[in-house]
Nanobody, 122 residues
Framework: QVQLVESGGGLVQAGGSLRLSCAAS????????VGWFRQAPGKERVFVAA????????TYAESLKCRFTIPGDNAKNTVDLQTNSLKPEDTAVYCC???????????????WGQGTQVTVSA
């Protein structure tokens, strides 16, 4: 069982940046692919970014890849999501997810965190 906890969300003005963190309790993310997703009020959860088990591959939502990145690798016990040039439409709850068998854009990861709120003001 893997427990995931997100942190780093908050209120930021448009154009600002936030670094979100996903922590795995009591372990590193070695052998886990980690995905980031977000859900805006009244909308479905959508894929943001993911890093593969080895950390050698990352994939991003096409519309976000110029502003959002996963720095580093998943050999540690946190996987971060760096968000830059934030816009009001980025306002959402951001969740991380992990899996030992799946890496990709679908929401089929086995383990999920509760999420951290990101609010971007105009």
């Amino acid at each position: 069982q893997v427990q995931l906890v997100e942190s780093g969300g908050g209120l930021v003005q448009a154009g600002g940046s936030l670094r979100l963190s996903c922590a795995a309790s009591g372990r590193t993310f070695s052998n886990y692919a980690v995905g980031w997703f977000r859900q805006a009020p009244g909308k479905e959860r959508v894929f943001v970014a993911a890093i593969s088990w080895s950390g050698s591959s990352t994939t991003y939502a096409e519309s976000l890849k110029c502003r959002f990145t996963i720095p580093g690798d998943n050999a540690k016990n946190t996987v971060d999501l760096q968000t830059n040039s934030l816009k009001p439409e980025d306002t959402a709850v951001y969740c991380c997810a992990a899996d030992t068998r799946y890496y990709g854009r679908l929401g089929t990861y086995n383990y999920w965190g509760q999420g951290t709120q990101v609010t971007v003001s105009a």
